[in-house]
């Protein structure tokens, strides 16, 4: 596990980013298996990822889908964070395969 600085590191990353571009799932999920740690297990990883999309939220990054509008990059899910995680907990235990998350949701601040 990194330490509160360096989790604030890849927090803060993952934010900057979400004002920048949209994010996609893979890239959450990598920094969740580096603050986790080499040798963790999935649910510990599953754990990280969680708690960042959790901070992220928090900082005001939104959760949803890519939009096929050409005036919007994401189109919000309007649901409290406690569902917004619940989905996402959801969707990643109904996956086998780790590299099949990126179809879980995408992330946008600004």
Known sequence: MLSAEAYGEELDYLVN???ESLVYFDIVRDAAENIAG???TESQ??????KLI??????GVKVGDPS???DEDLTPWN???????NRITKEMAMRDDPSDFIDICWFRSG
Do not use: C, F
């Open 17 to 19: 980013y979400a004002r």
């Open 38 to 40: 080499s040798g963790s």
């Open 45 to 50: 990883i599953q754990q990280a990822t969680l």
């Open 54 to 59: 959790s901070d992220m939220i928090e900082r």
């Open 68 to 70: 096929s509008n050409s």
């Open 79 to 85: 649901m409290p964070k406690g569902e917004v995680l």
